[in-house]
């Protein structure tokens, strides 16, 4: 509960925890409340694929035996017997030491900013980093790229590729977590806009290498 509320793309631990939970008080002990949302859609194929989850059920289980086998598990009818092994504990991995979020902008559910044709937003805050979530979308071609100018305090930081189909772009609009601590401006320009098409901004994080909450403003 704690893991999948870390927000952003959490999902994959508390369903990996969830899995080996699973295993361990076994199918007939999960309660219905888990199960019942579930079995109304496994025979379904996931999306862009031709696999439902009894496919997957099927595929991860075979993939189980083999394992076993391969690691000298001995597999006799139903009887499975795993050797044993000694768990080796892995140094913790940090992806970003010493950096904690002070400030999060956000207004309801709408957008907080729209980057059209011809505008630009600009952005101060107050930190050593900044996350600008947001997105491209509108009715533009497939193969469609956007090309958004990131300026920090005047000079130009990066151009973030934003194609239009969701599954090849970035998460975010923009992100950099290495900036001098202290306050600074944050501009985005849309160069090759679409009367189509629109960038929006559900808000920005501030970030800062100390839990202190910094000022921020908009």
């Known amino acids: 509960d704690i893991s999948i509320r870390a927000g952003q793309d959490a999902d994959c ?4 925890v969830a899995g080996i939970l699973g295993t361990m008080v076994g199918y007939d002990n999960i309660p219905d409340y888990w199960l019942n949302g579930i079995k109304k859609v496994e025979h379904r194929d996931f999306k862009y694929t ?10 991860s289980y075979r993939h189980a035996l083999q394992m076993i086998e391969n690691n000298e598990g001995v597999i006799a009818g139903d009887l499975i017997s ?6 080796q504990v892995l140094p913790l991995e940090v992806a970003y030491p010493e950096v904690f979020p002070v400030g999060n902008l956000k207004r309801g559910w709408g957008p907080i900013f729209t980057i059209v044709d011809g505008e630009k937003e600009t952005i101060e805050f107050s930190g050593s980093g900044i996350i600008v979530k947001g997105q491209i979308d509108g009715d533009l071609p497939d193969d469609y790229i956007g090309e958004l100018e990131v300026k920090i305090d005047g000079k130009v930081d990066k151009i973030m590729k934003l194609p239009i189909d969701n599954r090849k772009r970035a998460l975010e609009l923009y992100w950099n977590v290495n900036l001098s601590k202290g306050k600074h401006i944050l501009e985005l320009k849309w160069l090759n806009p679409q009367n189509t098409g629109k960038i929006s901004s559900s808000g920005f994080i501030a970030l800062s290498d100390s839990l202190r909450a910094e000022k921020n403003r908009e």
């Open 13 to 16: 631990n508390p369903a990996t």
């Open 50 to 59: 031709s696999i439902s989850l009894n496919d997957v059920y099927d595929m």
């Open 82 to 87: 795993i050797k044993y092994q000694d768990p």
